[in-house]
């Protein structure tokens, strides 16, 4: 049995897609608001734990006390655990070239 569409009832179909779709994006970037607030902290505090390590607590692990100043420095919407993983994986690997 084949099925006729009429344009109308595809022009109202379309219409629901885009507003759901706007709904959609609506309810993801409301989330995307709400949590970051929760996230920026849990990055912070891990950042204080790395910037109260002593010299050689930082060496021992690849980093030194200006990597802490720049992963400060960095977008609150960054995370700077990200950066500072980068800068350690940066020198290992210059290190074994």
């Known amino acids: ?19 759901v779709h706007c709904l959609l994006a609506l309810l993801h970037g409301s989330a995307a608001a709400v949590l970051w607030l929760p996230r920026f902290w849990v990055q912070r505090r891990q950042l204080a734990v790395l910037a109260s390590m002593s010299t050689r607590e930082l060496l021992d692990i690849g980093l030194n006390t200006c990597d802490i100043a720049n992963a400060l420095a960095q977008r609150n919407d960054q995370d700077p655990t990200v950066y500072l993983a980068n800068v350690v994986r940066e020198r290992r690997l210059r290190r074994q070239a």
Do not use: G, L
Not at 1 to 19: G, V, W
């Open 1 to 19: 049995m084949a099925t006729i569409e009429f344009p109308h009832s595809a022009a109202a179909r379309r219409k629901e897609s885009r507003a």
